[in-house]
C-alpha cells in the first residue's frame, strides 16, 4: 500500500527533525495508534488534551515499531530511532505525505468544510464523480468509501496518518477523485496538512463548538485555513456560500489575494444560483440551476431548501473538475443523499416521520423551516443536546425550537458524562421564551414513541441530533440506538 520505503535519515531530513539512532533503517508507515506499532513503522507521540501519547513509547517497541516521533528528547538508552521535532502533529502530517508518496497529489482531493452540509455535499460530490464514470474515494462522518468498499467512519476527519494511508489506497486501487469531510477541530489539530486539494468548499458557518473554538473568529479561522495555505498549498479553486456573511467575508479575501473563487448562493448574486425553487415531502426538490456552462431543470430526491445549497456546492465542485454538465444533472437526480440528512421513516400512514442529525440551533432552524413549508399539520419536534459539548447553543436551540414548532418534546441526545437532565433544564430556558407546549422525557426512547403516538393527519415529526448514529453514549457507556429504529418500532405499536 505504501507508495516508497524510506530510510529514517530521509523522513528526519524531509520534516526537519533532529535524528537519534540508525539513519539507515526503513521506514515503511507511520502512525499515532500505538496498536497499528509493527515492524518499519515509525509511532508519533503527541501530548493530548487527555493523553500523552509518550505512555505508549515502551508499548510500541515491544510491538517492534522502528523507533518514534516526538517534541522530547530521546530518552537515555532507547533502542530505535527517534526523530525530535518541534511540532508532533505536524510532524505526523508531514512525515505521512513523505511515506505515502503524497497520494494527494495524484487524485483530484475535494475537501468540503462548513458547520452544516458537509456531509451531504460530499455524497453529492460522491454521486457526480460516478455519474461522470469517475472512480471515487469518500471520507465522511458516516462511512469512508473506496469504490464500492465501504466501512463505517470512526471520525469525521481520520488522523493524518489514517488519511494519507487511505488516500494511497484509492490510489493504488484506481481512484482518480477523493471528497473529504475537513472539520474545523480536525483542521485545527493539523490533521488536513500537507494534502493538496483540487477544490475546497466552504458552506456556511452558525454557532457550534465553541467548546472548542470559544469565539466565532476562531473558528472561522480555523475553517479558513484550508482556503488560504497555512496548511501546506493553496487549493486550486474555492467554492463558497455568498448566502453566509462569513462566506462573503472569505470570498472577499480570497479574491482580494488573486485566488480562484466560485460563488453560489440562493439570494444573492452568485456563480452558481437557483430558480424556481418548489419542495414536497413527496417528490422531494425542483429548482432551475442556473451555472457559467448553461441552465438545466433539476428535480432531485433530496427535500428542503437547505439541500439546494448542497447540490450548488457538489455542482460547482463538479464543473471545477471538469465534470459534464448533463452527467451533473442525472447525478443530481439519481442521488438519495446522507442517512439521517431530512431523512423520511416509511411507513403507511398520515403523517411523516423524519430523522436529521441536526444537533446545532441555525441547523434545528433549517430542517423546522423546510417541515412547515411541507405540511398544513403540526410540527412535533423531539431533540435534545449533547453532553460534554458546546452548552451555549442550548437556550438558543430551545427557542428555535419552540418558535418553529407546534409541540417539543425535549428528551436526552448523548448525555456522556453530564446529568441528563441539567442539560434539558438548560434547553428550557429557551423553550420558556416561547409559547409552544412542551413535554420533558429523558429517556429518548419514550420520547420518540410519545411524539409518534401524538401525530395526526398532516402533521410532521421531526426527530433531531442523531440522524445517522447507531448508539446513544450515556455516561462512558456506548448503546445501540438508532432513531429510525426505534421510530419503527413506535409506528407499530400504533397498528398493534
Not at 516526538?70 to 518541534?86: C, R, T, Y
Not at 508518496?101 to 458547520?115: A, M, N, W, Y
Request: overall charge negative; glycine content about 8%.
Amino acid at each position: 500500500m505504501t507508495f516508497q520505503n524510506l530510510t529514517a535519515k530521509e523522513i528526519a531530513e524531509r520534516i526537519n527533525a533532529k535524528l537519534v539512532g540508525d539513519g539507515d533503517i526503513i521506514i515503511s508507515d507511520i502512525t499515532h495508534d500505538s496498536r497499528q506499532a509493527k515492524v518499519g513503522t515509525l509511532f508519533v507521540a503527541i501530548k493530548g488534551l487527555t493523553m500523552d501519547g509518550h505512555r505508549f513509547v515502551d508499548d510500541v517497541m515491544r510491538r517492534n515499531s522502528s523507533g518514534v516521533i516526538s517534541e522530547q528528547e530521546s530518552p537515555k538508552g532507547f533502542q530505535g530511532v527517534w526523530l525530535q521535532i518541534d511540532d508532533a502533529r505536524r510532524g505526523l502530517a508531514k512525515a505521512a505525505d513523505v511515506i505515502h508518496g503524497s497520494p494527494s497529489k495524484e487524485l483530484d482531493l475535494v475537501g468540503i468544510t462548513g458547520t452544516n452540509g458537509k456531509t451531504t455535499t460530499t455524497y453529492l460530490v460522491l454521486a457526480l464523480a460516478e455519474a461522470n464514470d469517475v472512480k471515487p474515494a469518500m471520507l465522511t462522518t458516516v462511512e469512508y468509501r473506496i469504490g464500492n468498499e465501504s466501512q463505517p467512519a470512526v471520525r469525521t476527519t481520520p488522523e493524518a496518518s489514517d488519511t494519507q494511508r487511505f488516500l494511497r489506497e484509492a490510489v493504488n486501487k484506481g481512484c482518480k477523485t477523493a471528497v473529504m469531510e475537513t472539520s474545523s477541530q480536525a483542521i485545527h489539530l493539523r490533521r488536513c496538512d500537507w494534502l493538496k486539494f483540487k477544490v475546497a468548499v466552504f458552506t456556511n458557518l452558525t454557532r457550534d463548538h465553541l467548546d472548542y473554538h470559544h469565539t466565532m473568529e476562531n473558528y472561522f479561522d480555523a475553517k479558513k485555513e484550508l482556503f488560504d495555505g497555512r496548511l501546506g498549498e493553496k487549493p486550486d479553486s474555492s467554492v463558497i456560500n455568498v448566502d453566509d456573511e462569513w462566506g462573503v467575508k472569505l470570498s472577499d479575501e480570497l479574491k482580494k489575494s488573486g485566488q480562484r473563487v466560485i460563488t453560489y448562493a440562493q439570494n444573492n448574486q452568485a456563480d452558481l444560483t437557483a430558480e424556481n425553487i418548489n419542495v414536497s415531502l413527496i417528490s422531494g426538490t425542483s429548482f432551475l440551476l442556473k451555472t457559467p456552462k448553461g441552465d438545466r431543470e433539476i428535480v432531485s430526491p433530496l427535500v428542503g431548501k437547505p439541500h439546494v445549497y448542497n447540490m450548488l456546492s457538489a455542482t460547482a465542485t463538479a464543473l471545477e473538475l471538469g465534470y459534464d454538465l448533463d452527467k451533473i444533472q442525472k447525478g443530481l437526480e439519481n442521488c438519495i443523499g446522507a442517512p439521517g440528512r431530512f431523512e423520511r421513516v416509511p411507513h403507511d400512514g398520515d403523517f411523516a416521520v423524519v430523522v436529521d442529525y441536526a444537533h446545532s440551533d441555525d441547523a434545528l432552524l433549517n430542517i423546522l423551516k423546510t417541515a412547515r413549508d411541507l405540511t398544513n399539520g403540526r410540527i412535533i419536534t423531539v431533540f435534545g443536546c449533547g453532553g460534554d459539548r458546546d452548552k451555549t447553543k442550548r437556550k438558543p436551540m430551545g427557542e428555535i425550537a419552540g418558535k418553529h414548532s407546534d409541540l417539543v418534546i425535549v428528551t436526552s441526545d448523548n448525555p456522556r458524562t453530564e446529568d441528563p437532565l441539567e442539560i434539558i433544564q438548560e434547553i428550557e430556558v429557551g423553550l420558556k421564551e416561547t409559547d409552544c407546549p412542551y413535554l420533558v422525557n429523558s429517556d429518548r426512547r419514550e420520547a420518540i414513541h410519545q411524539a409518534i403516538s401524538k401525530a395526526k393527519t398532516n402533521d410532521v415529526v421531526i426527530i433531531a441530533g442523531k440522524g445517522h448514529e447507531t448508539y446513544q453514549i450515556i455516561g462512558s457507556d456506548k448503546f445501540h440506538f438508532d432513531d429510525r429504529e426505534i421510530a419503527l418500532e413506535a409506528l407499530d405499536n400504533l397498528d398493534n
